[in-house]
């Protein structure tokens, strides 16, 4: 999965369409992420004795990760990714709008 925690991400694809917000959570074997402030669901709970208090909660439910593409931290602009092996013999990701490593 190229995606991973704390990249800045913009959705593509929903009806989030547009919102950008930072990657909380991935899970991988799901091929979906947890994305703050979008994918947001209404949940009616009911309370639990004093310990929690019933009501609408509202929460964020994971977004497949094929909606989502990576804001690039060097241009700033939304850009698919590629890889690049390193001197040391890691590979980097890349922006391929501006070629630069993406940390």
């Known amino acids: ?10 959705v593509i694809n929903g009806r989030d369409r ?3 917000g930072e990657i909380k ?5 799901e091929g979906t992420a947890l994305v703050e402030g979008v994918n ?11 310990g929690r208090e019933g009501g609408i909660i509202k929460t964020e439910i994971p977004i497949n990760v094929s909606n989502l593409i990576l804001i690039c931290s060097v ?17 980097a ?5 501006c070629k630069e490593v993406i940390e």
């Open 1 to 10: 999965m190229k995606l991973r925690e704390k990249d800045n991400v913009l």
């Open 18 to 20: 547009g919102k950008r």
């Open 25 to 29: 959570q991935v899970f991988p074997k």
């Open 40 to 50: 947001i669901a209404t949940k009616h709970v009911k309370s639990q004795g004093q």
């Open 75 to 91: 241009c700033t602009k939304p850009s698919r990714i590629g890889y690049k092996k390193l001197d040391d013999g890691t590979n």
């Open 93 to 97: 990701r890349l922006c391929k709008l």
